[in-house]
């Protein structure tokens, strides 16, 4: 019986890499002034690292609670922030696949109390961020002038909300409160003319699944997107106005805090009034699920009607290039290099495709970057999916450690050279920036 337990153990550890283990413990003993190392509470992170088809690294590190001592564990929740919008667009393109939905269709067919720009506006410009719909933060504040600065005051003041979630007003402001907003603007500038990030327009999107599936948005993505993969993401929802928790349900007791540093010291921060918008934030989840989720992606990489339609830029007016697919950021390279054919070195074109999000809401912070390379073939023929590397990194974080740069991604750049070299020429990852 023992020998038995021992191997089951064994079948289910999760995989570590050690040098993976010293680029993040590194790391954060420098962001953290060299706490980290001497076994202080500090806040952390979670990653995990698919090599080609393998799963070859997940492990968390620092804490998710520093009151209480609770680690970081690989069923820690984490708020997502941005990376929310893959799931967002992953939910559209499930209509349009099912043909519910038509991405040519201007935003009027669907959304009759907005003024004449929505005959203008498709559903391709918001999921493209070519909508040039304004930011509703800036409304918000415009419509509160009391509220200004609201954000950054959160930033500033210790507060439990996190594991206190269920706990709200009876009227939180929610997506229809965005919807109300955007139709008091009468004129916004020219759609499809230029790339400008909008979380407004996936705020819209979610509140167009509604409209269309005829069920409430965070409903529908756990049923279309989230348990509609091939193994079943169980810690991942949507959390909006209606959403409810018990304080020890899973989504609640096992969610981390969220910690800003403020004069050298990580304060707890949490609760804004727009704390409930969906669809450009607001999907919730643990470094496992993500794990899956992006090994699932892995299994798309190849499959070029996927591709064409979660990662494929587009044409704007004038000829111009916008390189963010469905929630995702764009890069695609070429390069020379060295490769072995029939024992011989020999230089050979490379080509490279890579996607990338970052997610940030109060001092969350999530990023998750994707690349691909292979040796172009000669004479016209097929590239061969199995001869190509591919990487899968996420990392998340309950804190933002003050650094200039954005920690998550930084880590992931620096993992990325383990598996694709230190030259930005070679490792597509390190040309991400880190900055968007």
Known sequence: MAAKRVQSRKRNALPKSAKVDEIVTNYLDKVCDGAFKKGERVPGVAVAVRWNKKIVHLNCYGYANLETGAKIKPNTVFDLGSLSKQFTAAAIYNLVIHNQLDINEPLSNFFFELPRWADAITVEDLLHHTSSLPDYFDIYEQLKPRAKGFYNKALEKSDDWYPTMPNRKKKEISNKNVLEWLATKNRVRAPDTEYGYSNSGYVVLAELVERVAQKPFAHYVMESVVFGIDEEMRNTYVFDEEYGFAPDDPQTANHAKCYNRVKSHFVPVGYTPLNFIVGDGNVHSTIRDLAMWEKFLHKLD????????????????????VNYGAGWRLLRDKYEGPVKVKGKQVI????????????????????????????????GKRIDARRAESLGIIVLSNADFGENQFTTCRIAQEISKLYLGKWKKDNIINRFNCDL
């Open 302 to 321: 190849y499959h070029l009607p996927a591709r064409a339609l979660l990662w494929s830029p587009v044409l704007i007016k004038n000829r111009k290039q």
């Open 348 to 379: 050979r074109k490379h080509e490279y495709r890579a996607e990338y999000h970052r997610g940030v809401w109060l001092a969350w912070r999530s990023f998750i970057g994707r690349a691909s390379r292979w040796v172009v073939p000669e004479g």
